[in-house]
């Protein structure tokens, strides 16, 4: 019986061990479960594809089928892999098309699910206006609820990388924009004096920069969307 390896997880790292596998192990069936609708794309430039710069097709560097006949790794998106039964080499996996289950037998197993968003654990984050920036998926629904919706303020919480970049493009697009961070300036990696230089551009471009900021919750409407962060 051919032997199999399972990848679980898209993105960078999920398609580089499936390829990796493919190449050193040429007879094994290698399987990657991705439960988004992406298995391969760019995530720091997600805030460029929503302010219109990047299309999608720039940010995908590979889909199930180029996969298949460039790496000769299959991909099955829309499918969460939900349990782990080691003792048996098996997974539970859910097609989140269908909700069936089956389970998907392993030689081996890598794990690239990545790091999850941090949530704040707070009543309303839940609601209809509120996102992460983690995937691909994530700025295809942020771009939707901008071009149906068309808000006009916006509040970031979080002044790293992806802070920045959601900045620059939500002002782009013509929304106020608040960004909450829990330190004095933002972009703490960096040394104090482009920590001032981040800020005063942020300032300058009409971001208003909240330091010392905890959120402690969210007002939300009858809509389910939230209209204060408190």
Known sequence: MQKRIIVVGGLAAGPSAASKAVRTNPDVEVILFEQGEHISSGICEVPYYIAGDVTLERLTAYTPETLRQEKGAEARILHRVEEILPGARVVVVRDLRTTKTTKE???????????????????????????????????????????????????????????????????????????????????????????????????RHGVEFVAHAAVDGFVVDKQKKVTHVI
């Not at 699910?113 to 654990?121: E, F, H, I, Y």
């Not at 920036?133 to 808000?151: A, H, M």
């Not at 006009?152 to 924009?177: C, D, F, K, P, W």
């Not at 330190?183 to 800020?199: I, K, N, Q, Y």
Request: aromatic share 4%; no cysteine.
């Open 105 to 203: 037998p392993y030689d081996r197993l890598i794990i690239a699910t990545g790091s999850r968003p941090r949530v704040l654990g707070l009543p309303g984050e839940d609601a209809r206006n509120v996102f992460n920036v983690k995937s691909l998926d994530d700025g295809i629904r942020i771009r939707k609820f901008l071009d149906d919706e068309k808000p006009q303020n916006a509040v970031i919480i979080g002044g790293g990388y992806i802070g920045m970049e959601m900045a620059e493009t939500l002002r782009r697009l013509s929304l106020h924009v608040t960004l909450l961070h829990r330190h004095s300036r933002p972009m703490a990696g960096l040394e104090r004096e482009t920590r001032d230089r981040v800020r005063d551009e942020l300032e």
